[in-house]
């Protein structure tokens, strides 16, 4: 939760920190081998939060990461027009933000909306946002 909450503290930044749980959603499972899985989740609604979601992300990753960002950017972005980010859970909850491949991660789904859908356009948008 301490991992999640530094993207919220940077999205919800009308909210005060201790009202997070009210944003968040918490789903209890089970893993493959019987150990416990909590799963948190949040979801931006308001163009102000989305835009200083966006703001944190691109002011906080590493020229490295940026580079990775814009060379997988089509890869990134599904038919859906959703783009795609996995963060490390254990570099956020140090306070710093890095992409990362693995599934055991921080994932975040921006929809890019367009009228009428149009996957080319949603394209330049991300690069506008994130490259």
Do not use: C, W
């Not at 997070?20 to 989740?41: L, M, W």
């Not at 990775?68 to 950017?73: A, G, K, N, Q």
């Amino acid at each position: 939760m301490d991992a999640l909450g530094l993207f919220l503290k940077n999205s919800f930044r009308h909210k005060d920190p201790d009202s997070f749980s009210e944003v968040v959603n918490t789903i209890e499972a089970e893993g493959h081998y019987g150990n416990p899985i909590t799963v948190f989740s949040a979801q931006l609604t308001h163009k102000h939060d989305i835009a200083a979601f966006v703001d944190f992300v691109h002011n906080n990753m590493t020229l490295e990461d940026i580079e990775t960002l814009r060379s997988e950017m089509s890869d990134r972005l599904d038919d859906e027009q959703m783009f795609h980010l996995r963060f490390d859970k254990q570099e956020a909850y140090m306070g710093r933000l890095k992409l990362v491949s693995s599934s055991d991660a921080i994932t975040a789904k921006v929809k890019i909306e367009t009228y009428p859908k149009n996957r080319e356009i949603a394209g330049k948008i991300v690069e506008e946002l994130f490259g």
